[in-house]
């Protein structure tokens, strides 16, 4: 991965606002990639063009009640003709049937708590795969 390079572009899907500033810190300081942050999937609709264009999505599959999930962004984005990796980052376990719904279609699941050092080791090697 070259690190210099600013059009590798990460998209992060989160309800939290304070975990999608935390990543996007992370992410830019630690790996040097533009990280597009995102609270639904409609804010992620409105940057279509930007959010298509990235090498990686990481994909909360709980948004809140009564709103589109990270499963549906997965859905838009597929739809969308996405070709970066689709990672989900999630507090649930991996029985849940929304999780097992992920795997099932090839997306690789971060289960929430991850210290940042080994989090930045899986995002650089599922980047180095998705070149």
């Known amino acids: 991965m070259d690190v ?3 059009r590798v572009r990460i998209v992060f899907l989160d309800d939290s606002e304070d975990l999608r500033e935390a990543m996007r810190v992370l992410l830019e300081t630690a790996l040097g ?3 597009m942050c995102f609270g639904s999937l409609m804010e992620l609709e409105e940057r279509s063009n930007e959010a ?4 990686m999505a990481i994909l909360d599959i709980n948004l809140g009640p009564g709103v589109p999930s990270g499963l549906d962004a997965f859905r838009w984005l597929n739809d969308q003709g996405f070709r970066g990796k689709v990672l989900f980052f999630t507090g649930h376990a991996r029985t849940n049937p929304d999780v097992r719904l992920a795997l099932e279609r090839g997306a690789q699941v971060l289960e929430k708590p991850l210290q940042p050092d080994r989090l930045i080791a899986l995002l650089t090697r599922a980047l180095d795969e998705a070149s």
């Open 52 to 55: 298509l264009d990235a090498r």
């Open 4 to 6: 210099d390079d600013k």
């Open 33 to 35: 990639v533009e990280c």
